[in-house]
């Protein structure tokens, strides 16, 4: 029964978790520009994201590693280097983006400019890393996230056609700007299978201690929790298509993005769009200044741990820290976010085949997944979506530049 | 047992089943006529950067006499203290005796400062 509940609670909280400044961003903008038809980039993006996920969880629940261990151990630091260089270098972006999106949130809240809020937002995050333990910040996170739902309210109150929205889980090129098209249905992708959100599952799943009878709250959780997540990504889609869309908004700000929930909301419509974007973007850049801990610990061999005594696991804190701090000084430099946000998509695509490569192998590595390894079509399936990694990585930065 | 592959790298604990760090780098003895000795393992980021590069592992080894934590650092720990190598290096040494932990205690000195900490 217990059990249960937790179960229940991690999917409740994947839900709440799930949109950050990159998913609200590229679905505000592919609503408002293409309509419906890019609801099957956000569906492929998160089973993609879901199976990476559940592949994770299951080396951390069966082999006791998270995936920077894993890789370290299984490949030697000189090829970690590579996707550890690139994942440090685009966390380091995503964070400064979601700083910037919880600042500009704060300024649609209380009309203080944005800048004001980054060190405030910084420091809040510090405090929350600095007290908390990983069940205060996964719930707390995943249950002040519920007020993301919002997207999901505003489409059931402005009840589309059904008809038009299943058509538009159905791939098809657009008969105008095919070039942006392509460049959203990228972009989308690197905003949802973000690197850090492997590592932080995989972390996580250790830190809850996981073992071999958990696997199916794992499954559970990685595909029920994203797939319900993705929902709210979807809602942000398709409010974004109906109330946008038709007046050719095209979102380059936050501030046009909430004009989303204006029909739905009224005067509401920027307080419930800023909660939104706020909390997802303050829950998110917790989790990316943690798993950079987690990151740096595992890949170097010390003592990690957000349950541990902050004493025992002063090169761990140090790492966060200094991280969070990182992401602090880009963000008071004055990066438009909603750019950011957009650059680390393309440059997490970029590196995702090196992401995905290692997956190949360790689920077939019985040290690492025991008994569990990848049967033909676990592989098949991982096989694809390495050459479908590799083809988006060649295309994004041209597409960047034609699209962008 | 390949050297590389199931020790370089993996973590390593000590006789309590302490957590001392990751094999960083190997020494390995050659010898006439025979193939070459594993002689020890090195534990430290000094020992991790000359893998990359030796200008590195200089760099880093002179970060660490900075804040005076070098003494016996790149921490060398011969192979006869090795006791098993399966999924971890497993030590006859205790962590107490290496010098593995120096940059952690050096940190914790800082962080123990920071208030309301647990």
């Known amino acids: ?404 | 047992m390949n050297v590389v592959r199931d020790v370089l790298d993996q973590p390593v604990v000590d006789r309590n089943g302490r957590a001392m760090g990751r094999v960083d780098g190997i020494v390995i003895e050659p010898r006439d006529g025979r193939p070459p000795r594993l002689a020890g393992i090195l534990i430290g980021p000094a020992a991790l950067g000359h893998r990359l590069h030796p200008g590195i592992g200089r760099f880093v080894s002179a970060l660490e006499a900075r804040l005076g934590v070098s003494a016996g650092r790149p921490v060398l720990v011969d192979f006869e203290a090795v006791d098993a190598v399966d999924s971890k290096v497993k030590l006859r040494l205790t962590i107490g005796d290496t010098a593995v932990d120096a940059v952690e205690r050096w940190l914790r000195a800082w962080v123990i400062k920071l208030p309301g900490g647990r």
């Open chain 1, 1 to 404: 029964m217990r059990k249960l509940f937790n179960v229940v609670l991690g999917v409740v909280t994947s839900i709440g978790g799930f949109v950050e400044v990159g998913s609200i961003s590229t679905a505000a903008q592919a609503g408002s520009e293409f309509g419906f038809s890019l609801l099957w980039a956000i569906a492929a993006a998160t089973l993609f994201l879901a199976v990476l996920a559940e592949m994770a969880g299951r080396v951390a629940a069966v082999g006791k590693r998270s995936m920077a261990a894993a890789v370290r151990e299984r490949f030697g630091f000189h090829f970690q280097m590579v996707p550890l260089g690139a994942e440090l270098v685009i966390d380091l972006l995503l964070l400064t983006a979601e700083l910037g999106g919880a600042a500009i949130a704060a300024k649609m809240l209380t009309g203080i400019g944005f800048q004001w809020w980054i060190v405030p937002v910084g420091v809040a995050i510090w405090l929350v890393l600095w007290f908390g333990n990983f069940t205060v910040i996964e719930d707390g996170v995943g249950l002040l996230g519920i007020i993301t739902l919002s997207f999901v309210v505003a489409v059931w109150r402005l009840q589309p056609d059904p008809g038009q929205i299943a058509h538009g889980f159905i791939p098809r090129l657009p008969n105008h700007d095919v070039m942006r098209y392509a460049f959203l249905s990228v972009s989308i992708v690197g905003a949802t299978v973000s690197p850090y959100l492997l590592n932080f599952y995989a972390s996580g799943a250790l830190e809850e201690k996981w073992t071999e009878q958990d696997l199916w709250i794992n499954r559970v959780t990685a595909f029920l929790g994203m797939g319900f997540g993705s929902m709210v990504a979807m809602g942000c889609l398709v409010t974004a298509a109906i109330v946008l869309g038709p007046q050719h908004v095209k979102v380059d700000s936050y501030e046009q993005a909430a004009l989303m929930f204006v029909p739905v909301f009224g005067r509401w419509a920027v307080t419930l769009f800023a909660l939104s974007l706020g909390v997802g973007c303050f829950g998110a850049a917790i989790e990316i200044a943690l798993n950079a801990g987690y990151v740096l610990g595992q890949a170097f061999g010390w003592t990690w741990g957000i349950d541990k005594k902050r004493r025992d696991v002063a090169r761990f804190v140090t790492a966060f820290s200094t991280v969070l701090l990182l992401g602090i000084g880009i963000a008071l430099i004055g990066f438009d976010p909603l750019q950011v946000t957009l650059t680390s998509a393309a440059l997490t695509v970029v590196i995702m085949p090196v992401i995905v490569l290692p997956f190949l192998v360790l689920m077939n590595e019985q040290e690492y997944v025991g008994a569990h390894t990848s049967g033909p079509m676990g592989n098949g399936l991982l096989a694809a979506l390495t050459i479908l990694g590799a083809i988006m990585a060649l295309v994004v930065i041209p597409l960047e530049v034609f699209g962008g």
